[in-house]
């Protein structure tokens, strides 16, 4: 999924209840696609009687690839699925890792892979795996590699989550495995800010509205960009996308597969079609979910989630006016107005909360991750904004701590705010100035009032990067010629990646399909639609590809 930082992340939704699927992050720093963000597998709001926040039929298209790639040719010995290697990589796509009992069923190893690609005899890091094996050997596939979004996402919490983010059938037929991405986790994790550094930050006004606001986004984005280099200097040029799907082509050897099966959710589908790009002769079966478009420049990611988060609360606003506790209203224009007010209040004077009082990044925030999943978050976001028209931030407050995991003891459980911009910075390294941001401003307040300035600003921090990405990986069209079918899923109303960015990507590919769920939230696979479900089960499971233009309601 893809996550907003938490001044702008992209996507996976991120809190989440235990039985939905995945969610993205909000757009926000960098780019927008900010976390992506796992799913944040579906945590409940802890509070008095507040709903746990968690983050059917079909209709095809003109084109037809019904034709079944070839299956995943699970080896066990790692000498196919290890063949045509450089010699200098031989080591890591040859190592045998070991495995221990890590918690139930699973398993978990480190797996070395190179710090530099370009240096695969220098510097090593180790890779955090989780794996849960297949439930029926009868019917096992291969491995199945899964990844929530982001970026900065943990894969090892997220497959920890595995039985309420894929079917039993899923699970059944495959070895489910996660890791941790370089950057991310306990995978050399890049550190930047402490609790207290980091509660600044993303409380921090991020849509100023004159010069001594500027200036004050701009000096505090230019000291996290400096932090960042302070403490992950050695890790933070090799965090990017490139060399995050060449992590996996090791991982998909070291697990004896001669072709990647993979599962990739938000910034995850980024990943993929990267891996795609980088290995097309080892893609096995891949489904792409909430899918972002390479080719779009940071700028534009920002501004089409700007429109995506926008389109997003419209819907919340139409379904709040027909509930009994809607706070908003009378009717649209007037709840839209009424939103606003809270926000702009919590601009001028933080809202109290008991703790941290609440600023109007916060609760954009807030409101933002409240997107990402229509069931429960809706619900949770109803309550909070009638609290906050009280006078009351606390549970807006609480939104958005579950979206950044912050801890109730001031503690971040991750580091995924500070890795979103580690890796976005090198993927997207278009760097506007504060004067460039200005003059787009209006832009995106056009497409967007309510969440428009904050998404303007979002990608600051990487103005003053100290790491560059490698020559060729900022945005591009993405075709993977010589890929099997690649399905790719988009969600009509998704917040944290606009579905123009599923159409786009499937056009890319060469042999991208198409499959559409007519509906809101982020991401679209286990999440209440069972002609999604099928679909991608039956294409993982028996390599049956969905009919491309196949659309789901």
Known sequence: MLDLPARSRTATA???????????????????ARRDAVTRARRGLASTALLALVLVGCSSGDKDSNASPSPSNSSSANGSAASGVPAELAPFYNQKPRW???????????????????????????L??????????????????????????????????????????????????????????????????????????????????????????????????????????????????????????????VLGDAKLNYLGKSYGTFLGATYAEL???????????????????????????????????????????????????????????????????????????????????????????????SEQGWPALRIALQRAKDGDGSVLLQLSDIYTDRQSNGHYSSNQNEAIYAVNCLDRPDRSSPAQIERAEPRFEKASPTFGDYLAWSSLPCRYWPAKGEPGSGPHRITADGAAPIVVVGTTRDPATPYIWAQNLADQLSSGVLLTWDGDGHTAYFRGSSCIDSAVDDYLIKGTVPKDGTRCS
């Open 14 to 32: 991120r809190a989440r209840s235990a039985p939905a699927g995945p969610t993205p992050p909000l757009p926000g720093a960098a780019g927008g």
């Open 100 to 126: 221990s009992g890590c918690s139930g069923d699973y398993e978990c190893t480190k797996v070395k892979v190179p710090l530099d690609y370009a240096k695969p005899t220098g510097d090593t890091i180790e």
């Open 128 to 253: 955090a795996v989780i794996r849960l094996p297949a439930g029926d050997e009868s019917k096992r596939v291969g491995s199945l590699l899964i990844n929530p979004g982001g970026p900065g996402a943990s894969g090892v919490s997220y497959a920890r989550q595995a039985r309420a983010v894929l079917s039993d059938d899923v699970r059944a037929s495959f070895d489910v495995v996660g890791w941790d991405p370089r950057g991310v986790g306990d995978s050399a994790p890049v550190k930047c800010l402490d609790d207290k550094q980091l509660d600044a930050f993303l409380a921090l006004d991020g849509s100023p509205d004159n010069p001594t606001e500027v200036q004050a986004l701009d000096t505090t984005s230019k000291n996290f960009a400096h932090q960042c280099e302070a403490r992950s200097a050695k890790v933070l040029p090799h965090v990017g996308t490139p060399d995050a799907a060449r992590d996996m082509d090791i991982l998909r050897a």
């Open 279 to 373: 290995f097309p002769e080892k893609v096995g079966r891949v489904v792409l979910d909430g899918a972002i478009d390479p080719s779009v420049t940071s700028q534009e990611m920002g501004f089409a989630q700007a429109g995506g988060f926008e389109q997003a609360l419209d819907a919340f606003i139409d379904d709040c006016l027909k509930q009994a506790n809607c706070p908003v209203g009378p009717d649209h224009a007037g709840a839209k107005a009424e939103i606003a007010g809270i926000l702009d209040q919590a601009d001028r004077s933080p809202l109290p909360t008991g703790g941290r009082p609440l600023t109007q990044s916060l609760a954009i925030l807030g409101v933002a991750v409240a997107m990402y999943d």
